[in-house]
Structures are given as structure tokens and as C-alpha cells.
Nanobody, 115 residues
Framework: QVQLVESGGGLVQPGGSLRLSCAASGSIVSISFMGWYRQAPGKQREWAAGISVIGTTNYADSVKGRFTISRDNAKNTVYLQMNSLKPEDTAVYYC?????????WGQGTQVTVSS
């Protein structure tokens, strides 16, 4: 089992920045991939960014160049640095971990971009 706890969401003005954190605990040695997903009101959950165990990163086109995913293996934490935020980035952001026993999700953290 893997437990994930997100933090760092909040209200920010357009053009602003936020950094989300996802702290993992439990059977973390089994994790091969971690990613950030988001779900806007009335829309399906979508993938935003991912990072492999060796640090390879990938981004959705909608966030490429503005968001940066990183991981601190010593702290078992994955981060999502979000810059140049837009109102359309407003969503609940979820952390996901892929392990040998399945996929695990955090509870989500709300990000609201509004003036």
C-alpha cells in the first residue's frame, strides 16, 4: 500500500505561481512512476505531468513550458512547480503513484486561478 498526501494548493492571480507537493509513504520502494493529474469542474480528470523513477519527465501540451515536475527521493516527495498560471488551470490537482501492486491516488488539492 502507498499513501499520498498533496499540499500547496490555493488561490492565485493569473500569471502567478504555486508549488504543489505530494508526500508518499508506505510501500514506496514499489513506486515506478509518479504523476500529477487535474480535474476541472464538469470535466474529466486529465494527466498534466509525470516523472519516472530515474527522473525522466513528461508534460501535457497544455502545461508544457509553464509547469515543472520534480522529485526528492530522500523526502519521498514529488513537486509540481506551476508558473504563469491561467484561469483554465483551475482544478483539483491529484497525485498518482504507480506501484507493483497497482495505482494509488491522493485526496487532491484545490488550485484556483482568479483575479
Amino acid at each position: 500500500q502507498v499513501q499520498l498526501v498533496e499540499s500547496g494548493g490555493g488561490l492565485v492571480q493569473p500569471g502567478g505561481s504555486l508549488r504543489l507537493s505530494c508526500a508518499a509513504s508506505g510501500s514506496i520502494v514499489s513506486i515506478s512512476f509518479m504523476g500529477w493529474y487535474r480535474q476541472a469542474p464538469g470535466k474529466q480528470r486529465e494527466w498534466a505531468a509525470g516523472i519516472s523513477v530515474i527522473g525522466t519527465t513528461n508534460y501535457a501540451d497544455s502545461v508544457k513550458g509553464r509547469f515543472t515536475i520534480s522529485r526528492d527521493n530522500a523526502k519521498n516527495t514529488v513537486y509540481l512547480q506551476m508558473n504563469s498560471l491561467k484561469p483554465e488551470d483551475t482544478a483539483v490537482y491529484y497525485c498518482k503513484a504507480r506501484g507493483t501492486t497497482g495505482d494509488y491516488w491522493g485526496q487532491g488539492t484545490q488550485v484556483t486561478v482568479s483575479s
